[in-house]
Structure formats: C-alpha cells, structure tokens
C-alpha cells in the first residue's frame, strides 16, 4: 500500500503534535468550525452517510448509533471508550499518545451531533503517561475555547473528564464501562435497555471507541463521498491494524480494509515478513477474541465481511497475533483460555463456569496430562457459553468461545497428537468433573 497517505496517523512522528498550536499548523480543529455551522442533525447525516463503522470491535454503524437516541431527551452523555484492553491492539493508544487533539476534536463534532454536554474518556490505569498527555491536551482545548461554554461562539457547551478504570478487560464492554463511570463494579448490564436509551446515570448515552471518533473530523471535512472511496463497500474508511509476535516490523499501521492478513505480516509498509524466515502457523487477527486462522489463510481481507467465511466472530479489533510454525498449539490454546477465565467477571453461570473449566482442561493439555475426551468437553463447552446461544449477558462469552472452537477445529490434529491415549473413562468425564 505504497501509495496510501495516511490519515489518521499523520501526526504521527510530527515534532509537538500533541501541543494544540502544532495540531492547529496542520489543519487540526477546521472540522470543528464548520460542524459548528452545520446543525447537530446534519452532522449525524454526515456521518451516517460515511457508513463508518465502530472501531471498537462490533463494527456498529456510528450515525445509526447515534440516531437511537430518543428525540425528547434532556440530558446526553458521550463516553469515549479508550479502555483498549483487548490483547495485543494498541492502536488506541498510539492515536492517543500522538495526537490527543484529534480524538478530542473528534470527541467535540460527536458530542455536538449528539447533543451531548459531557463527555467522559474513558482510559485504563496502566495508561499513566497517556493521561497527562491527554489531561494536557484537554487543558489546551479549554483554554482555546474548544471546551466548555460557548464554543466558539455557538451557544453549544460541553464539559470534558478523563474517567480512568482500574485496568479490567470487562471494563471495556459498554454497560461495564458505564457501571464502572458511575462508581461501581463494572459489571455488564442486561439489555435492552440499550445505552442510547437509559445508559449513564440512566440517562441516554453514546460509547464510542477511540479511533471511530478520530475518523469524525476528516469525515466532517472532506466529507462522506471521501470517505466512502476509500476501502470496499461496508468497510470503508481509512483502518488503523495491529501486527504483533515473530514478524520483523511489528507495530501499528494505517491502510485500507482491502489489505490481506498476509499483506499486514508480509508487506513492506506493515510487518515487513516473519524473523528468519520462519512459517506462519497461525494467526489470530482480530484481537484474541474473535478465533484463529491457520497459516494456510493467509488470504482473508481485514475488513468487517471477510472473517465470517473463515469462521471467525469478526474483525474484531484489527490487531493480529501471529504464532510461528516453532509454537506449541498448546500453548496458544492455554495463553487463550487463561486470559478469559481470569477476566470473566462471573455474573453468568455459563461464562463463569465454562472459562475455568476450559482453562483447566486447557492447562492439563499444555502439561502433556490431557485425555481423549478433553478436546471434546472443551469443544462443546465453547458451543454453550455464548451471548449466541442466548446465555449470557455480554459478548465476553463469545470472545472467549471462538478462539478455542477455531483453534480444536483447525489444529485438532496437532492436538491429538499430544493427547495421550487415556482410559475409557476419560472419554466419559462430564464438565463438572473435571480435575484442575
Ligand atoms: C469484553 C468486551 C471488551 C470490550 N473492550 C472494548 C475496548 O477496550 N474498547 C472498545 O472501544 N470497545 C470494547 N468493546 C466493545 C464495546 O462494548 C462497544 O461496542 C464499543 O466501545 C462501541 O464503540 P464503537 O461502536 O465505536 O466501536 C468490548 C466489548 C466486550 C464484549
Ligand atoms: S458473559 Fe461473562 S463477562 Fe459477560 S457479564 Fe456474563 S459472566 Fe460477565
């Protein structure tokens, strides 16, 4: 992708891009001049028009997020989801190091086209040095009058907090986010209702994820036909990827939704190919959560289509893991299962239970102790614990579901393999006797 120029990583690298007087020298707050002069409902026109898709991991329709709204409302809230805990993406990060004035001219155009009077950042704890980057930044924009009464002379206010987390993957979910804004245990809530209708504080509320909102601003100025060229229909947009583990360049690059997993570890401009030459066994490429591809698929496009015809969950967030041909699967299938179980934050029985149960089975595996029947209990164990099947209160259950379905249905052999031929009754044990 030689040619492509970024966009959302332009300031990337520019000496004081995180100061607002160098953000202004490149063009940074005209988008939000001009949003200011459009109405708030044309700015949501705007960006339905875009069809730009939540970056976060869902890939909701921003402008039709904010369209659920309801139309009688007195107070709304914005609340900006940069609590990035899905393994290995940083890309929110990167956005937010570099060029903090971009997501909060972001954050402004979105909350002035939702009508919103405060807006919340939301940022994990380990994010020390990224929150005085963009406390400072915050303080800059207020002192020019980009925050809080009277912007810019419109008549519009909006106040703006960083709201920092204590560093928990479920805090990352929207109804979790907000339980824990408000002051409580992040625990995910039931829905309907959905946030836009009773969210924070029980009042309407839109989540957006950090690099969505960057994307608001271009779109504001060079508008939604631009935007719309660039990527294929339905994944439009410039994308911000992720590319971690034995390659030569890993990091964070910006491209289009056209580009293949094998272009994100091989091509020049992204990972620049694997450490000694070495084979790619496996990829998982959107996070860990959306499951696995083997390194026979190299082909799948990054974009929101592509994954479901390779019985993925999703694009998830565009950031692969990439295990080299010298990887134990087992290892990889204890790494997963680890994660979940020790991040389920335990209100569904389901998740709850299933994630311990495939940790251990997963574990006794990795340690050369597994039986026939242990692949099977995982499986099926993986089949029931989903929001999918309708059991559980959030998408953390199916996060944790694909990964270790994907992985047994496509390294089962490799699996068995080391799946010491066991007594009779190993083959019969239940879910619920399972040894730790
Ligand atoms: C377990 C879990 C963790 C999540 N973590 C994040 C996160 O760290 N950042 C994020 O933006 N979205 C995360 N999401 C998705 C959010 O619930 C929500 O869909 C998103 O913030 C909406 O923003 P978007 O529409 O702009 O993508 C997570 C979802 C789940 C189920
Ligand atoms: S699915 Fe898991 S993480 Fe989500 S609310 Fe239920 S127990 Fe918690």
């Not at 799948?300 to 999703?314: I, N, Q, R, S, V």
């Not at 929001?387 to 944790?400: H, Q, R, V």
């Not at 047994?408 to 066991?422: C, D, M, P, T, Y």
Request: hydrophobic letters at 35%.
């Amino acid at each position: 992708m030689g040619d492509y120029e970024p966009v959302l990583l332009r300031n990337v690298g520019v000496e004081g891009a995180a100061t607002i007087g160098v953000y202004k020298k490149r063009g940074g707050y005209r988008a939000l001049a001009k949003a200011l002069k459009m109405t708030p409902d044309e700015v949501v026109e705007e960006v339905k028009a875009a069809a730009l898709r939540g970056r976060g991991g869902a890939g909701f329709p921003a402008g039709v997020k904010w369209g659920f709204l309801p139309k009688d409302r007195d107070v709304t809230y914005l609340c900006v989801n940069g609590d990035e805990s899905e393994p290995p993406t940083f890309s929110n990060r990167v956005l937010m190091e570099n060029d903090p004035h971009q997501l909060i001219e972001g954050t402004i155009i979105s909350a002035y086209a939702t009508q919103s009077s405060i807006a919340y950042v939301y940022l994990r704890v380990e994010f020390h040095e990224l929150f005085h980057i963009l406390q400072r930044a915050i303080d800059e924009a207020y002192a020019a009058g980009y925050l809080g009464k009277n912007i810019l002379g419109s008549g519009y206010d909006l106040e703006c907090y960083i709201h920092r987390g204590a560093g928990a993957y479920i805090c990352g979910e929207e109804t979790g986010l907000i339980e824990s804004i408000e002051g409580k245990r992040g625990w995910p809530r039931n829905k309907p209702p959905f946030p836009a209708v009773e969210g924070l504080f029980h009042k309407p509320t839109v989540v957006n994820n950090v690099e969505t909102l960057c994307n608001v601003p271009h779109i504001i100025e060079r508008g939604a036909g631009w935007f719309t060229g660039i990527g294929p229909p339905g994944s439009s947009g410039p994308k911000l990827f992720c590319v971690c583990g034995p390659v030569n360049r890993p990091g964070c690059y910006e491209g289009p939704m056209t580009i293949t997993v094998r272009d994100l570890i091989y091509g020049d401009a992204y990972g620049q190919g694997m450490i000694g030459d070495r084979k790619v066994k496996a990829v998982l490429p959107g996070g860990i959560s959306m499951g696995i591809l083997t390194g026979d698929e190299l082909d799948m496009k990054m974009d929101f289509a592509d994954p479901a015809e390779y019985g993925l969950l999703g694009l998830g967030t565009a950031a692969a893991v990439v295990v080299s041909e010298d990887t134990d699967i087992r290892v990889v299938l204890r790494s997963i299962a680890q994660f979940f179980a020790h991040e389920s934050c335990g209100q569904c029985t389901q998740c709850r239970e299933g994630t311990s149960w495939m940790y251990k089975i997963a574990r006794r595996i990795a340690a050369g102790e597994g039986g026939p029947g242990d692949l099977e209990v995982m499986y099926e164990t993986a089949g029931n614990l989903g929001m999918m099947p309708g059991l559980s209160i959030c998408g953390l259950s199916d996060g944790a579901a694909f990964p270790i379905r994907t992985l047994i249905e496509k390294f089962r052999g490799e699996l068995e393999q080391h799946v010491r031929e066991a007594p009779d009754e190993i083959e019969q044990r239940s879910p619920s006797t399972v040894r730790s």
